[in-house]
């Protein structure tokens, strides 16, 4: 069984670039969130995707943006930038969001952003 | 405002003791869970819990689900310095699918 991918693991931009983040989900789940983690703090939700669409958004500005593919991977693109934006961004993968899933989420490593 | 609060913040303490962390709501949650992260690492998922007083028990880790369900706690007992790590709960509120995180207690174990 292979496990949620992500890439790259580290990256470096400056303030206005834009930024996309990559993930695989682990087999057999259709269902990517995206999640942000400052330095010392919880994860916070920024989107979710299934069978390509849209699924549910958190209180992140129309700059972040998402995709789900057929084969259920996912990328995460930021535009324009911000030094907040510094942060690990997790992406996890979940099977069919179908009444009894109870929610576990399976995280990749992260993709830790910096922006100078 | 956390939907999820987590206390305490921050735990240090030496290889052998015990120690509880918790996690608090004035929500009700159909199922929560406690994940640990390590630094440089995305969280991992230790236990869920759905029914209402529900303890779940996984190696030295107690997990209970508070009767209401608005609240868990997890016990470590003879704590060892593989247990640092960063510990989240997460649920999904109000008929939602999608989970939130508490802030998380970071503990250290030192040997």
């Known amino acids: 069984e292979t496990g949620v991918t992500q890439s790259p693991t580290h990256l470096i931009k400056t303030r206005g670039q834009q930024v996309t983040l990559r993930c695989s989900s682990q087999?057999?789940?259709?269902?990517v969130s995206w999640y942000q983690q400052a330095l010392g703090q919880g994860p916070q939700f920024i989107f979710q995707y299934y069978r390509e669409e849209e699924n549910g958004r958190g209180n992140f500005p129309p700059r972040f943006s998402g995709l789900q593919f057929p084969n259920y991977s996912s990328e995460l693109n930021v535009n324009a930038l911000e030094l907040d934006d510094s942060a690990l961004y997790l992406c996890a993968s979940s099977p069919a969001n179908t009444i009894g899933n109870t929610g576990e989420l399976f995280f990749g490593e992260g993709s830790r952003l910096t922006v100078l | 405002t956390q939907l999820l609060e987590q206390s305490p913040q921050f735990l240090s303490i030496q290889e052998g003791e015990n120690l509880t962390v918790y996690c608090n709501s004035s929500s009700v949650f159909s199922s929560l869970q406690w994940y640990r992260q390590e630094p440089g690492e995305g969280p991992v998922l230790l236990v869920t819990?759905?029914?209402?007083?529900e303890v779940k028990k996984l190696k030295r880790l107690t997990f209970q689900f508070g009767d209401a369900r608005k609240d868990s706690s997890l016990h470590i007992t003879a704590a060892q310095p593989g247990d640092t790590g960063l510990y989240l709960c997460a649920g999904a509120a109000g008929g939602s699918y999608i989970p939130t995180f508490g802030r998380g207690t970071s503990l250290i174990v030192h040997p």
């Open positions: 087999s057999g789940h259709n269902t």
């Open positions: 819990v759905v029914t209402g007083g």
